[in-house]
């Protein structure tokens, strides 16, 4: 794990509640959370350090803790705009379509839906929304209601993130 800045606690201090990596005056990097106006640490009376072992006061310098991973599948990322196209070409490609591919790409999209960036569920709520200018939802009995389900899901998702519909 590359650590990009080391930031000293007496010139700033994390935010309330902010997990960070901390290396005490003793050489020792824990992870740990900062509480803001409870307690003291040795080095600012502003606050202290919750670990896992209860409170620690000796931390000299912090460090916000990195981003996760990426979630990789294959060669793509979940949270990346590239494989949100692809993905939008296949509930365009199933849009219309009465076999069984409607299904088939909602069973295999609607687990990624909260990996997905906010431009891929966008255009994805846009193209369903406006299906009927192009072709319609399929099956009226079988293909429509399918979409129109996912079609609220994504919706819901919009209103929970604060995506703004296209």
Excluded at 62 to 69: D, E, G, I, K
Excluded at 133 to 156: A, M
Aim: overall charge neutral.
């Amino acid at each position: 794990m590359i650590i990009s800045k080391w930031i000293d606690i007496k010139k700033q201090e994390p935010q309330d509640k902010q997990e960070c990596l901390i290396y005490s005056k003793y050489g020792k990097i824990s992870k740990a959370q900062w509480i803001k106006g409870e307690g003291y640490s040795d080095e600012t009376q502003n606050g202290h350090w919750k670990t896992s072992g209860g409170s620690h006061n000796s931390a000299t310098y912090w460090t916000p803790l990195p981003s996760p991973p990426h979630k990789v599948y294959d060669k793509y990322y979940f949270d990346d705009d590239n494989f949100g196209a692809v993905i939008n070409c296949a509930i365009r490609y199933a849009c219309g379509r009465q076999t069984y591919m409607p299904s088939l790409v909602i069973g295999v999209v609607r687990p990624m839906l909260p990996l997905l960036t906010p431009k891929t569920i966008a255009c994805m709520e846009r193209d369903i929304r406006e299906a009927d200018k192009f072709g319609g939802y399929g099956d009226e009995t079988i293909d429509k209601p399918l979409w129109i389900k996912f079609l609220s899901e994504l919706q819901d998702i919009m209103k929970e993130r604060g995506i703004e519909p296209w």
